[in-house]
């Protein structure tokens, strides 16, 4: 109990200090939108690789037998984002992050819908990167590239303490923190997080977990396993006479 105890302190019992090692200060996404808003510029994202993405989803679920219903629905509100073309980087905000939030909902239960929600994920920062790759013009093109990365953190923090909270578990009332089951969750959705931040800041969140000292000699988030899920009484090594 003591080693887990240390080991949430460590790290924060909702993974504050691993999130801090990615997410942008606190409200600064949003502060360089509202300047970008304020300079009277507009910005439309063109949907290229998104569009892509959801044609090629939807022919392939159009010659499956065994697509869900929760894959066939997804793809259903791709459609009918795409079908507006080009949109405001608003818009685009905000579907984004109701797609991100989509991906990690899915990563709980799994499923095929997951991998499409991540194509498309995807495919829509690649449209994003799109615009990060246009010309910048002047101050306004400064902030709104500023703005756009700061949005990234904020998603890839998102997703850092989704992999956290659903590492944790209780054991005998006790809160335990699972560092192999983060790394594990965090593999299974590098590709995600790889759009929105550079691999070797992942590379850095690997290391916390395995090699940086927590403060004791040769500890490190790994090597402290969560507790047994029965707690040890001690009759164990008591005779059976006793026990009675």
Known sequence: AGAQQFLLKSLGDKGQRVIAQVAP?????????????????TVAVPLTETTAATAKASNELAKSKFAT???????????????????????????????????RALGRTGGPALGRAKQLYGAMWDD???????PSHGPTGDLLKRAIEAFK?????????????????????????DADAFLQKLDRQRDVLAKLIPEEEIDDVIKLMTTTKLGRPGITAVKIPTMAKTPQLGFETMPFAARA
């Open 69 to 103: 219903g929760s894959a066939r629905a997804l793809i259903k509100q791709a459609q009918d984002f795409i079908q507006r073309g080009p949109v405001t980087f608003d818009d685009f905000r905000i579907n984004q992050t109701d797609l991100g939030a989509t991906v």
């Open 153 to 177: 953190r904020e998603e890839a923090a998102k997703l850092l303490k989704d992999f956290f909270l659903r590492s944790r578990v209780r054991r005998i009332g006790q809160l335990n923190f």
């Open 25 to 41: 200060v606190p409200g600064m996404a949003d502060d360089l939108f509202k300047q970008v808003r304020a300079s009277g510029a």
């Open 128 to 134: 994003l990167n799109g615009v990060l790759a246009q």
